[in-house]
């Protein structure tokens, strides 16, 4: 009797969802009928881009009075950029063992050198990886290996700015391929200057 | 005082038309300082968190944008404590400001 009300409950979630779809349908159909009968009050704020000294687009107007501006962004918030500042792409097959966030000597002293040179006022390091085991073990691996590059950073007198882990979420090349996967196992370091 | 723009104190003065009218095309800037908008010039503005935005006081008008990094989360830079502004952002226009 239980387990057949759970199974009730379980399912109802889902019919809810559907009806309340349904509804939803009902109400864009309606309302794409209505809108081509109402009439918008308001004025036209076409904006121009500007772009700012990282290379990344903003929307900006200026009404005669005031100004006004906001990161042109897509719908995933992700800047519109037309050139990044990523200053650094540290292979990770180079730093690190299979699994391992332990940089060996040869590494470290790479970083050191990199991080003396690239003089950025502060850093942001990302670490990522290919999809190959699970996302949250991968989230956990590159934000292990972020920090270790950051470590090293900090430890060269670089400011850092932020440290994250993407795992698998931020590819940047296809992971059907074996030189595909290489070049997602990565640190990225993002130079604020 | 940031209303007094010159500019319009010149308009108001000769009572030409389409001053103080609905301004229709709000990508460029006009009057003394007239420019299209991608010419402002930027400063970094640090917000009580420590992170970085565009400042632009471009005269009569003031623009502020957040600084994003590639992943769209806020740069924080750490150039200047919290509520300081750094940077050429005054130097885009002619119009004097002195606030």
């Known amino acids: 009797m239980t387990g057949g009300l759970s199974k009730f409950a379980r399912a109802l979630p889902g019919r809810m969802a559907a009806a309340v779809m349904g509804l939803a349908l009902a109400i864009s159909a309606a309302g794409a009928a209505a809108a081509q009968q109402t009439t918008v009050i308001g004025e036209r704020y076409a904006p121009t881009i500007w772009v700012d000294p990282d290379g990344c687009e903003h929307w900006v107007m200026d009404d005669g009075w005031e100004g006004y501006m906001s990161p042109h962004v897509n719908r995933q918030g992700i800047p519109v950029c037309r050139r990044g500042n990523v200053c650094g792409v540290m292979n990770t097959d180079q730093l690190f063992r299979t699994d391992s966030a332990h940089i060996s000597s040869a590494g470290r002293a790479r970083l050191v050198n990199f991080f003396h040179q690239a003089n950025a006022v502060s850093y942001i390091i990302t670490g990522h990886t290919d999809s190959r085991a699970s996302d949250q073990y991968n989230m956990g691996l590159s934000l292990r290996r972020a920090n270790a590059v950051a470590r090293v950073a900090a430890g060269a007198g670089a400011r850092i700015a932020d440290v994250r882990g993407y795992g698998e979420r931020m590819p940047k090349a296809s992971n059907n391929t074996a030189a595909g996967m290489a070049q997602n196992r990565r640190v990225e370091i993002i130079c604020i200057r | ?99």
């Open chain 2, 1 to 99: 005082m940031k209303f007094l723009k010159p500019a319009l104190v010149l308009c108001a003065a000769s009572l030409v038309a389409g001053c103080v009218d609905n301004k229709r095309n709000k990508t460029v800037d006009r009057g003394i300082d007239s420019k299209h908008l991608s010419q402002l010039q930027a400063g970094i503005w640090i917000d009580p968190k420590g992170c970085d935005h565009w400042i632009i006081d471009d005269g009569a008008e003031g623009y502020l944008s957040q600084r994003l990094d590639k992943y769209g989360k806020p740069v924080c830079s750490g150039t200047a404590p919290p509520n300081t502004a750094t940077g050429a952002y005054k130097s885009g226009s002619t119009v004097s400001d002195p606030i």
